[in-house]
């Protein structure tokens, strides 16, 4: 589809080339962003076309690269600053910050210690909801369920629906009940949003005990962003629960699934496919041998 872009717009052309069309491949796509961030003059005009529908996604990329780009002391400023410009939705912010958090700890940066916290000494909403979701998804990342529901324990708003699936993500984490109430009126407000889905899965992935996690799991894993079954870190979770209900065939083909669809240059993530698939296959075999030597146990008097 052709994009009509107005005459006023003064991109110079190979800015107005990646915003239509970013490359796919992350290397070139980062090698790209930051040639073309550094060129004079952009900045303002990338906060202009921002606001045109057609550009919109390819711009907000390369924000993404300009915010992870930043140094500690304004990392977070600077996703303010593109939250604010861009006057994002809280599923635009939800998407752009998740993928941001992500490369900041995968870049080894720690996150959670040089965000403000919450929506503290500003009374910008969209301020708020930035530190909100940037802090909230450093601590979902770190593993830190207990910080992370007292941080939003203790936060006054704005509540929007992702800042809610955080603190669902919190307890369902902890393995306490009345986060699979928060998770269902999360459901009832979010659609399908993907970013929502994978913060219910990944509580509920690490909750132990929950009440009919395994159908819970299932029935967020059947909803149509995941239908497609090109999800890796999907695939990886319903891999788990499929090798705890003790389907290991069709564990298998669904972590195996992953591995062939997960994109190249995350390893840590690769290394958690990997151990899967080894959890599936002793579970497996474990099952296999106490069955057999159960068949083969003299009857009992």
């Known amino acids: 589809m052709t994009v009509v872009v107005p005459t006023s717009l003064t991109l110079p052309g190979d ?6 069309h970013p490359p796919a491949a992350r290397p070139a796509r980062l090698a790209q962003a930051r040639r073309l961030l550094s060129e004079p003059g952009v900045q303002p005009l990338l906060e202009e076309a921002v606001h045109l529908r057609q550009l919109r996604p390819g711009v907000l990329t390369l924000a993404q690269v300009d915010v992870c780009d930043a140094p500690d002391t304004v990392f977070t ?6 939250m604010r410009v861009a006057q994002t939705t809280w599923q635009e912010s939800a998407a752009f910050l998740a993928d941001v958090a992500w490369q900041a700890r995968r870049d080894g940066r720690r996150l959670a210690e040089e965000i403000p916290g919450g929506a503290a000494f500003t009374s910008d909403a969209l301020t708020a909801r930035t530190r909100i979701h940037l802090l909230g998804l450093a601590l979902r ?6 910080a ?5 324990r203790a936060h006054r708003g704005p509540w929007d629906v992702f800042t809610r699936a955080l603190l669902a993500f919190a307890l369902l984490g902890q393995s306490k009940p009345q986060g699979l109430q928060v998770m ?7 659609g399908d949003d993907v970013k929502v889905l994978h913060t219910l899965l990944h509580g509920l992935w690490l909750g132990d005990g929950l009440p009919q996690r395994h159908q819970h799991m ?7 962003p995941f239908r497609g079954r090109t ?4 695939l990886f979770r319903e891999a788990g629960v499929l090798r705890e209900m003790r389907c290991f065939g069709e564990a298998l083909a669904t972590i195996d699934r992953a591995m062939e669809l997960l994109p190249p240059g995350d390893p840590g993530v690769h290394d958690d496919l990997v151990r899967e698939r080894a959890l599936v296959i002793v579970a497996r075999d474990a099952y296999a041998m106490a ?4 068949a083969g146990a003299p009857a009992g008097r």
């Open 291 to 294: 069955r057999s030597a159960s």
């Open 184 to 190: 269902d009126d999360v459901l009832a407000d979010a």
């Open 77 to 82: 400023a600077r996703a303010e600053h593109w």
């Open 15 to 20: 800015v107005l080339a990646f915003v239509r």
């Open 148 to 152: 992370l529901e007292e941080v939003l």
């Open 218 to 224: 299932l029935s967020v894993l059947s909803r149509p």
């Open 141 to 146: 990342y770190d593993f830190r369920r207990a």
């Open 231 to 234: 999800d890796a870190v999907a």
